[in-house]
Nanobody, 123 residues
């Protein structure tokens, strides 16, 4: 029922910025908390950031704190991830995800996933 489509990935030099977007469809998704995960080559998928439906609460993984900002536009059913001061270790496929509730931000709370968008940071 829920469909997620990421966009905005690409190739950028270290220190640069990218803004990822995730367009969601399906009425059930509109009020759910949303988040971003990433998976680097040869590694497990890891949590990046999450935000409640209201936008009042956010959560970030330690490696991206101070550099990434998650936000959402509920009117457009769109999730964003502003990534600044990018590092080569940020290289990964980035996935947007929907939580099973409006406030659950724990990584295990997410159950719907997009197909991902590639982010490559060169040194």
């Amino acid at each position: 029922q829920v469909q997620l489509v990421e966009s905005g990935g690409g190739l950028v030099q270290a220190g640069g910025s990218l803004r990822l977007s995730c367009a969601a469809s399906g009425r059930a998704f509109s009020t759910n908390a949303k988040g971003w995960f990433r998976q680097a080559p040869g590694k497990e998928r890891e949590f990046v950031a999450a935000i409640t439906w209201s936008g009042e609460t956010t959560s970030y993984a330690d490696p991206v704190k101070g550099r990434f900002t998650i936000s959402r536009d509920n009117a457009k059913n769109t999730l964003y991830l502003q990534m600044n001061s990018l590092k080569p270790e940020d290289t990964a496929v980035y996935y947007c995800a929907a939580s099973r509730s409006s406030t659950g931000l724990a990584p295990t709370a997410f159950g719907s996933w997009g197909q991902g968008t590639q982010v490559t940071v060169s040194s």
